[in-house]
């Protein structure tokens, strides 16, 4: 399978060299699923949009400490290129800033949550167990790092797992849509690393609360073999 990458951020210039940059996360993670995956990498935040929706097999988005209603310039052009991906009947999966831009693009609503930063370990009950959650199991946790979230689902969208943090936390739309608010290709120690750097906007004592909740399993390799299989249903499907 080709991926492309909508990369919409870099890692941090002072973590990069611990913890490498956005693409070689993602590699990192999903290889572990599946070492045959050939990734190709777009770096959207640098105004750099796919000009052919077929270069690739299926298409993912990466988090980004920017805001799907900031007005930058490039988030509008790729919220155009999402909706050509869903006219089109392309796979996407949208990652954190990717699942919000997911929404926004198709109608839906992202708002600053009133109950803040979500850092550290998030729990969350699936709530629709479709046939890609194999292996099944009935929660999903991930780590994150938001302060955005989905508010108002957009047409044809269906909640398949939240939590009463963030109620609209995996979502599918349709049959070739799927965006996750948390993050698979976090490791622990990035989590650490970058609610340390942010301390200043998170708070001290989120921060702590998401230090301990790093104690936690993760289920980040789970996370990842759904994706796959969500997006291998939804080639063939396509085909």
Not at 164 to 175: K, N, R, S, T, V
Request: net charge negative.
């Amino acid at each position: 399978m080709r991926i492309g990458l909508l990369q919409c951020d870099d890692v941090a210039p002072e973590l990069r060299e611990a913890h490498g940059n956005y693409p070689e996360m993602f590699a990192a993670l999903f290889h572990r699923v599946d070492p045959t995956l050939e990734f190709r990498v777009w770096r959207c935040l640098d105004g750099e949009i796919p000009d052919d929706i077929d270069a690739v097999d299926a298409w993912m988005t990466t988090g980004s400490k920017h805001g799907v209603n900031d007005g930058l310039a490039w988030v509008d052009q790729l919220c155009s290129f999402v909706r050509e991906l869903w006219r089109a009947g392309k796979p996407l999966v949208g990652i954190c800033f990717g699942h919000q831009l997911m929404a926004k693009a198709l109608g839906g609503e992202v708002v600053k949550s009133e109950r803040g930063w979500g850092v550290g370990m998030s729990f969350n009950r699936v709530t629709t167990r479709a046939a890609w959650m194999e292996p099944w199991q009935p929660g999903i946790d991930l780590l994150v790092s938001h302060q955005d979230q989905v508010e108002v689902l957009p047409p044809e969208a269906t909640v398949v797992g939240g939590s009463d943090f963030c109620p609209h936390y995996l979502m599918q739309i349709g049959e070739h849509f799927l965006g996750v608010q948390g993050h698979p290709e976090f490791t622990k120690a990035y989590s650490r690393d970058l609610m340390d750097l942010r301390r200043e906007l998170v708070g001290d004592e989120r921060v702590s609360q998401g230090e301990t909740s790093l104690a936690a399993s993760v289920d980040d390799t789970l996370m990842a073999r759904w994706i796959l299989n969500f997006l291998r249903r939804a080639i063939e499907a396509k085909n």
